[in-house]
């Protein structure tokens, strides 16, 4: 009988063991792939520092000295806040979710490739204006200095329950008509209550047919490139710190983001050693 007693100690603390082990592992699956949103980040591909504050909703401003680092940046944010969601995304404008999800996907693909949303997209990339193109390459660029430094588990938890049902699965680099195939999604996506919206109007001006138009974080981006103002030798350097209501002067603010409340604020310090005046 103590016998019997001394395996099922045994055996009890062999499940409590491996339930700790387990739990850990959960634990550490779940936060391997959250972002840094506080500190000092090196980015190749900036030119200069970039501001990132979140507010206490995680809603991110980006303050920067010039367009394409602004897009850059948003481009980085993104792709820390929702890259499966943007990978995802791509393959269903594209018309490739059977290389993610396997043969059951293939009905849905067929369908977005007869609407040709991507083949789309590709058509009218090249058309946009030079303005356009400067900031959807500075945004991919962006998406893809991220990614490019981290595995797919590390990237979000749900590559990691996607490595179970297809461990082939590549993530490929982010392209400018890759943004461009999502806006024909929402434009499909936004039509959906279309007769609605035009019977609301009609029926608002007494079927004259006629319309109506309706009118806490932070986190500093620093090139890893050589400082063009330093020779070719320092490296812009900065600081975070928290400060109150501070809000940058002189810099191109981030046009989707909505107001900081009790941002956490960055502030420059003097270039390193070897950096230039």
């Known amino acids: 009988m103590r016998k019997l007693g001394k395996i099922l100690g045994i055996f009890g603390i062999v499940i409590l063991v491996l339930a700790v082990v387990l739990v850990s592992f959960g634990a ?56 499966w969601e943007m990978d995802f995304r791509r393959h269903i404008t594209s018309g490739r979710l059977s290389e993610m999800f396997g043969d059951s996907q293939l009905e849905t693909d067929k369908v ?3 609407m040709g949303w991507r083949r789309v997209a590709e058509q009218e990339y090249p058309m946009l204006s030079d303005r356009s193109k400067q900031i ?30 297809n461990r082939n699965y590549q993530i490929e680099p982010w392209t400018p008509v890759d943004s461009v195939a999502w806006l024909k999604a929402l434009a499909w ?26 009118a806490v974080s932070a986190i500093s981006l620093r090139s890893s490139s050589p400082d063009r103002r330093s020779g070719g030798s320092g490296r812009r ?6 400060k109150p209501e501070r809000r940058p002067g002189g810099r191109v603010p981030s046009s989707d983001s909505g107001p900081a409340s009790d941002p956490g604020g960055i502030r420059p310090i003097e270039d390193g050693p070897g950096a230039g005046g």
Request: hydrophobic share 35%; aromatic share 8%.
């Open 28 to 83: 550490w699956t779940v936060h391997r792939p959250f972002p840094q949103l506080n500190g000092e980040l090196q980015a190749a591909g900036l030119t200069s520092s970039v501001e990132v504050m979140r507010d206490e909703r995680g809603i991110p401003q980006i303050y920067a000295d010039n367009i394409d680092d602004l897009f850059y940046t948003q481009g980085y944010v993104h792709a820390q806040d929702r890259f």
């Open 112 to 114: 977005i490739r007869t």
């Open 136 to 165: 959807l390459e500075a945004y991919a660029k962006g998406v893809n200095a991220y990614i490019s430094e981290r595995s797919k588990a590390e990237l979000s938890l749900e590559y990691s329950v996607l490595n179970l049902i």
């Open 189 to 214: 996506d936004l039509r959906g209550n279309m007769d609605d919206e035009i019977q609301r109007a009609v029926a608002s001006t007494g079927g004259r047919g006629e319309t109506h138009r309706g």
């Open 237 to 242: 350097q900065v600081r975070s710190e928290r």
